[in-house]
């Protein structure tokens, strides 16, 4: 049923929960799992609005952060007898998840939640709620 899953992560105690929930599916069948990590553009954009920040250097030591964060869950996922494929982006988060959905033809997305009040939804709203409306896929958000 749900063969490949999308797992768009940022590492928070939210997506740790929405992991445990790709590991459960396993057993109904699950097989594949991408892994997609983004690095918001925006926010390095405003990092370089700084001079006095070395801004490449900062830029990749976020990188090499993020990709190992990457690499240990991509070991757990593989320990669970999943394949696991691994990506690392910069962008919008939102159109990137997107772009990686169409781009590895999943067939659900997984991501946490990070609980936010509907108030603040409304006003900013988060890249899980706007991954629900506009994928293509079914999607499950775990609330943390």
Not at 41 to 55: Q, T
Not at 99 to 107: H, I, L, N, P, T
Request: charged share 35%; no cysteine; proline share 2%.
């Amino acid at each position: 049923m749900f063969r490949k899953i999308l797992y768009p992560t940022d590492f928070s105690e939210s997506a740790g929960k929405a992991l445990e929930y790709v590991k459960q599916l396993r057993e109904a069948g699950a097989q594949e799992v991408v892994v997609i990590s983004v690095i918001d553009k925006r926010s390095l954009d405003y990092l370089g609005a700084y001079k006095a920040v070395n801004f490449l250097q900062m830029e990749k030591e976020i990188e090499n952060e993020v990709r190992q964060e990457l690499l240990a869950v991509k070991e757990k996922l593989e320990r669970e007898g999943f394949g696991v494929k691994v990506r690392l982006e910069k962008g919008n988060p939102l159109q990137e998840i997107l772009r990686a959905e169409k781009e590895e033809d999943v067939s659900l997305i997984v991501i946490g939640s990070h609980g936010k009040s509907n108030i603040e939804e409304m006003f900013l709203g988060s890249v899980a709620e706007k991954v629900t409306r506009k994928a293509r896929k079914p999607v499950l958000i775990v609330k943390r």
